[in-house]
């Protein structure tokens, strides 16, 4: 079983906006193949290529239904607000509370180049959204109002992270 290493916060590629995917071929079907058992093995329910260095705006990510791989994703309708305790597979061993839509529509390309759509509520909904913030340089430290991110980047580096 190949896998990646999944980049740690403080890599700049994590704060990238990742490319558009022009041309879904047979390296990112091999690409995201390797990312879904990256994903298994850290282990996680999402994993977005900017995560493991590649610069292309696509994640990977599970349902009930097993993987899936969304390309260009976008979220095209939201609802409501709730408040999740998320983890980063690239902030390693770090939980925080955070507020984002509680219901999410995404459109995207599946890895046949078939137009999709998602709608999601609960944790899926969470970690699509957390997937996209990847794809946009956004890190959940990101998506903290200014106090509750100065406390955790202090908690976080008192882990000895």
Known sequence: MATYSIRQIGDPVLRE???D???IDGKLAQDAHTMIETMYAAPGGGLAATQVGITK???VFDTDDGPKVAINPEIVDTQGE???TEGCLSIPEFY???TR???VRVAYLDRGGKAQEIEADGLLA???QHEIDHLDGVLLFDRMERDERKRALKQWREQGS
């Open 17 to 19: 906006r990742a490319d």
């Open 21 to 23: 995917v022009t041309d």
């Open 57 to 59: 705006r696509y994640f």
């Open 82 to 84: 709730c408040e999740w």
């Open 96 to 98: 925080e509370d955070v």
């Open 101 to 103: 839509p509680a219901k």
């Open 126 to 128: 969470t970690c699509l």
